[in-house]
Structure formats: C-alpha cells, structure tokens
C-alpha cells in the first residue's frame, strides 16, 4: 500500500506527464503561432478534483517539462509563472463550489474565475515577465499575448465537463488525497 506522500507524488507526476503529451501531442492552430494548449484540460481536471497546489504544480511543471523537450527557455518564465495564478484561482474557486447542487451555475462561477485568473496570469504576470527579460514595450507584449489569452481561456472553460465526468471517476475509485 503507498503512503499518502507517495500517493500525492505518484498522482502529480501523473499530470505533469499528462499535461506534457496532450501538449506536444494534440495541438490544434488557433493563430499564427498559438495553438490550443490541451494540456491545460490536465490542469483544468486537477484544480477541479484535487484543488489549487495541484493545479498550479500541474501547470507550472508542465510548462517548464513541455518547454525544455520544444524550444527552450523562449515563452516559459511567464507561461510558468501565469500557470501558477491560474492553478491557484481556478483550483480554490473549484474547491469552494465543490458542494454546490446547481452544477450548471457551478460551472458559470469556475468560468467566470478563468476568464479573471487568465487575465491576471497571461495578459498581467506573462506579460510583465516578458517586459523584463525582453525589454518590449509592456503593451505590445499585452497585445501579443491576446492570442494565448483566448486560447487558454478557450481551452480551460471547454474543459469543464471533462473536469465533471472525470471527477465523478476520480471521486468512485480513489479516496481524497488532498
């Protein structure tokens, strides 16, 4: 039988490594150089089930795997950084909602808190990151992030019924871990 920190190490390291290949694996063109990240419905599936730590470690670690084994460093302080917001807001309003009945408003409210933590991580965090390190004009890195803005937020909303069903699974073969 695992222990529990055994446990908790053996599920993250399962999202991380989910997270990486349905990033490298399923990418779908949305704009010129920016695809639907799917590995964001890995993340969207932990803060759903497991909460904010470890949707902001299946974030922040896949980025930086899924960064390291494509093309390096370019993009992944601030992709890394925003994941963590992401994982944090998302996660707790997920874990707030848990006992709600009226899934469908549930499901409004995890919205509503992607569209303001996507904001806040990506047209915020990513960009200000990028303005340091790169020295561009912080509202062009703004505007260049639009694109990974829609595509984030598109991606983690269309996730949630994922994140239901898979829930249910998680909830039926295996005890709370968190």
Request: charge should be positive; proline fraction near 3%.
């Amino acid at each position: 039988m695992l222990n529990s920190t055994t446990k908790k190490i053996c599920v993250l390291a399962m999202g991380v490594a989910l997270f990486v290949v349905l990033s490298l694996c399923l990418q779908v063109p949305l704009f010129e150089n920016y695809y639907l990240c799917l590995g964001y419905v890995v993340m969207a599936v932990y803060c759903y089930s497991f909460g904010p730590s470890y949707g902001a470690a299946i974030g922040f670690f896949g980025v930086i795997l899924y960064c390291l084994l494509t093309n390096g460093l370019r993009g992944m302080p601030g992709w890394a950084a925003g994941n963590i917001i992401i994982g944090i807001f998302v996660g707790i309003t997920c874990k707030r909602t848990a006992d709600m009945k009226n899934v469908f408003l549930r499901h409004i409210i995890i919205a509503f808190s992607i569209i303001v933590s996507v904001t806040i991580a990506i047209l915020g965090m990513k960009s200000l990151i990028e303005y340091v390190l790169y020295s561009q004009p912080f509202v062009i890195r703004v505007a260049n992030n639009v694109f990974a803005f829609v595509a984030d937020v598109f991606v983690l909303i269309f996730s949630l019924p994922i994140c239901y069903k898979m829930n249910q699974i998680i909830k039926k073969f295996n005890k709370p871990i968190s």
